[in-house]
């Protein structure tokens, strides 16, 4: 199995060598830039991965881990654009330096090319490489959707909650690494549970992301802590604290939707979640979710010394953010 | 081979029974929407005939009929937000009706939703369907971008004006009866020539429109006569007149893209294409573009009859709007 840094190196080769050198420029530039953003290309380096953890060579596995990356960047402009954002990764994005359309129509055809690319594999695996890349698109959209209609739903029930980051998220790292294992030759019981792996591990670590976003190391967490709370965000943190909490904690945890002192309301509602016992409940919960993955990882058809640096390597990966 | 009303109704009954009643409803029900507002479904329609002229047996073909109707409606859909287009045949828009962001997501799905359905097919069939249909996806992506780009060009040659509506518009015709042909049995080389027929007669519709906007007849045509004169627009005419008209001409055409008078502005700028003798132009090319398109008809391995039921369904399907 080689090293993390071997599959960067390779990684970030195949991206500058994709063909986007091409007319319409203005169409194809957007594609250049926001994969060329940087980030932790997460995905592609899980294909890489389980990939070399079946065959032994890694690089057999690079349109998958294009596919991937290519389509997670896709969602990201896409989000941009739903979000209105200005910024990705310290520079403008993609509507902003363009303009709205052409993010639009820039993002379609970066869905067309993950598609493209995903199929570059043996004849047999094209197919279904074609189906797992498709079905996990469709939930990626169906999970996009059901945080969109959360922002403006009453009541959000934890079960609503985990269902939405499993598809908004969770699918997309059982995909990548399910596509490599696959690539690399892992049989149809491995690929699933490796898919399973991905996606308890992915549940796991957007917990960990709404507890750090609340209660995190600013340095460490790389963001300002609070920015959900100053959004009156359904996170696990909320949703559970208006299941948990009594009367007057809920009555008080809607008052301070409207609040606009930023500290006092960040600090407040951080009470409220200790008080209420959430932060413990959402430890609990990732614990949960990452002892399933670590389950499916152990009945993997790998010796335990591989099962262990598949651990790791996700782990470093998924460590700061998802 | 069957009437185009059998095609018709076996269509709208697919189109009908697509799984979109899914959750989340605001993700599927738009979709739902824009294939229910109507329009003239000319490309399914085509996939149907094709197949029936191979098999007899168009039912076959309904799967890439949905996907080509489906791939067109998301084209419509993700255009008309980058249009800023408020109606849709009479209906407020999607992004009217809903907003932005689900429309953004919907058209995504729909893209999805199109290759899960041209696939279905015969093994043999599902890769060569699936590379067609993305090949088409990403030129239309091209003529898109290659057409708003055109909004802020200076010049734009004929040449370049035709590879952009080729790609807009025409691929999509072509693949749409490329599909049905080769899911009826068609060989490589009809399957081909019913491509290039598909192409070469979108192009000629395409510039007939461009006639009927300035020239048509209101009743006819369907909409205002001189829509794309009052938007300054580089159709066929305009740049014929470019490139014919004398130097006074070509500076009186400059000089009215900020005329106020809008009836002025129509009168003015079609006395300019009818001195410049651009509508015979135009009409000639229509001419070319449309024996192109009988040409590669008469080399199917069809009979004669079949090949004039081929060429009369289409000019019927075409006849006023693409």
């Known amino acids: 199995v080689h090293s993390l840094e071997n599959y960067k190196t390779a990684l970030d080769k195949a991206v500058a060598e994709l063909p986007l050198n091409r007319q319409p420029e203005n169409l194809y530039e957007p594609i250049t830039y926001i994969l060329g953003l940087g980030g932790k290309k997460i995905r592609p380096l899980l294909s890489l991965m389980a990939c070399d953890?079946?065959?032994?060579?890694?690089?057999?596995?690079?349109?998958?881990?294009?596919?991937?990356?290519?389509?997670?960047?896709?969602?990201?402009?896409?989000?941009?654009?739903?979000?209105?954002?200005?910024?990705?990764?310290?520079k403008p994005t993609v509507h902003i330096k363009w303009n709205?359309?052409?993010?639009?129509?820039?993002?379609?055809?970066?869905?067309?090319?993950?598609y493209e690319q995903v199929v570059h594999a043996p004849h047999h695996l094209q197919l279904p490489f074609f189906h797992l890349m498709s079905t996990t698109a469709r939930e990626i959209c169906e999970g996009?959707?059901?945080?969109?209609?959360?922002?403006?739903?009453?009541?959000?029930?934890?079960?609503?909650?985990?269902?939405?980051i499993r598809l908004k998220t969770a699918v997309l790292l059982g995909c990548s690494l399910q596509l490599g294992a696959l690539r690399g030759g892992a049989n149809e019981i491995d690929a699933r549970l490796l898919y399973k792996f991905g996606e308890q591990l992915g549940i796991a670590f957007q917990i960990t992301d709404d507890l750090l976003d609340s209660f995190g190391d600013e340095a460490s967490f790389g963001k300002k802590i609070g920015g959900d709370i100053l959004a009156n965000k359904k996170t696990f943190l909320r949703i559970k604290a208006i299941e948990f909490g009594n009367a007057k904690q809920v009555a008080q945890l809607k008052e301070l939707d409207s609040e606009q002192n930023v500290e006092n309301k960040i600090a407040t509602v951080k009470q409220i979640f200790t008080a209420t016992g959430v932060v413990d409940e959402a430890q609990k919960a990732i614990k949960h979710y990452h002892d399933n993955a670590l389950k499916c990882a152990s009945e993997l058809n790998l010796s335990e010394k591989e099962q262990f640096i598949l651990s790791s390597f996700a782990n470093e990966l998924l460590n700061r953010q998802v």
């Open 53 to 90: 953890l079946y065959s032994g060579s890694f690089m057999e596995a690079i349109p998958q881990a294009l596919a991937v990356e290519i389509f997670h960047n896709f969602t990201l402009l896409h989000d941009d654009i739903m979000d209105k954002a200005h910024i990705r990764r310290g």
């Open 100 to 114: 709205e359309p052409t993010a639009i129509l820039s993002g379609d055809l970066m869905l067309i090319l993950a």
């Open 144 to 164: 996009q959707q059901f945080d969109m209609d959360f922002e403006t739903k009453d009541q959000v029930s934890l079960d609503e909650y985990v269902e939405m």
